[in-house]
């Protein structure tokens, strides 16, 4: 069964342009003009995939990209001529699991659709297993692998499933430095675009939520001109 793709974008060339060429690569994919179409399409059958445009009428991809996220852990893919820090900060602090910036080649896309896509599925089959060691620490932070709890000096902390993936990468690891190359890799299972500008977002809301001092980081430490590490 073809993975299905729900497409909100209200340009219609560069709806249907995206349309023909997903098609094409076999993904069944539902078009939306307008974000309370998408809404609609989106409570009526299930997507794999949201391609999420921010600039929508009747609904912007902002709103509906946190009515999604209030039912749904389905990956989010924000597609937008809106690039700056600032709009990849808001899209991906609600929940979007990636940005790409108008205009992006169609080689591109499919790579990043299938990425996000195989990332979801192996996380829904391991799910499903007995997991191994149920928790994972580091001072005074608490990660639980079977619930995906974390916890903070006494207090649960709500991460994204992307943050709760980073800093599962940096307690296995241990002072080990990794790159923003490496990180992306290893999270988005994607090669590296120069997407610099994603995981300083993740990064820094990461640090948001379990610092004390985000300004001062106790955990997540950064390597200046290499990256970063958790630990001393």
């Given at each position: 069964?073809?993975?299905?793709?729900?497409?909100?974008?209200?340009?219609?060339?560069?709806?249907?342009?995206?349309?023909?060429?997903?098609?094409?690569?076999?993904?069944?994919?539902?078009?939306?003009?307008?974000?309370?179409?998408?809404?609609?399409?989106?409570?009526?059958?299930?997507?794999?995939?949201?391609?999420?445009?921010?600039?929508?009428?009747?609904?912007?991809?902002?709103?509906?990209?946190?009515?999604?996220?209030?039912s749904?852990?389905?990956?989010?893919?924000?597609?937008?001529?809106?690039?700056?820090?600032?709009?990849?900060?808001?899209?991906?602090?609600?929940?979007?699991?990636?940005?790409?910036?108008?205009?992006?080649?169609?080689?591109?896309?499919?790579?990043?659709?299938?990425?996000a896509?195989?990332?979801?599925?192996?996380?829904?089959?391991?799910?499903?297993?007995?997991?191994?060691?149920?928790?994972?620490?580091?001072?005074?932070?608490?990660?639980?692998?079977?619930?995906?709890?974390?916890?903070?000096?006494?207090?649960?902390?709500?991460?994204?499933?992307?943050?709760?993936?980073?800093?599962?990468?940096?307690?296995?690891?241990?002072?080990?430095?990794?790159?923003?190359?490496?990180?992306?890799?290893?999270?988005?299972?994607?090669?590296?675009?120069?997407?610099?500008?994603?995981?300083?977002?993740?990064?820094?809301?990461?640090?948001?939520?379990?610092?004390d001092?985000?300004?001062?980081?106790?955990?997540?430490?950064?390597?200046?001109?290499?990256?970063?590490?958790?630990?001393?």
């Open positions: 069964m073809s993975k299905r793709i729900l497409l909100a974008e209200d340009d219609l060339e560069i709806s249907q342009l995206i349309e023909g060429h997903l098609t094409q690569e076999h993904y069944t994919v539902c078009t939306a003009g307008d974000g309370e179409e998408a809404a609609r399409l989106f409570a009526q059958e299930p997507f794999d995939l949201i391609l999420l445009d921010l600039m929508l009428p009747k609904m912007s991809g902002m709103e509906l990209l946190k009515q999604i996220r209030e749904s852990v389905v990956p989010v893919l924000i597609i937008s001529a809106k690039g700056s820090d600032l709009d990849k900060a808001l899209g991906l602090g609600f929940g979007a699991d990636d940005y790409l910036s108008k205009p992006f080649s169609m080689i591109e896309l499919t790579a990043r659709v299938q990425a896509i195989r990332r979801a599925t192996r996380y829904t089959q391991a799910e499903s297993q007995p997991a191994a060691p149920p928790t994972m620490s580091f001072k005074d932070l608490t990660l639980d692998l079977h619930t995906f709890a974390v916890n903070v000096r006494g207090k649960s902390v709500q991460l994204t499933a992307k943050e709760f993936h980073i800093l599962k990468l940096f307690l296995g690891h241990r002072n080990r430095v990794f790159t923003k190359e490496q990180i992306y890799q290893l999270i988005w299972e994607d090669d590296y675009y120069g997407n610099e500008n994603v995981i300083n977002v993740h990064i820094r809301r990461l640090r948001e939520k379990i610092e001092d985000p300004s001062a980081p106790q955990y997540i430490r950064t390597i200046w001109g290499i990256g970063y590490k958790m630990g001393e």
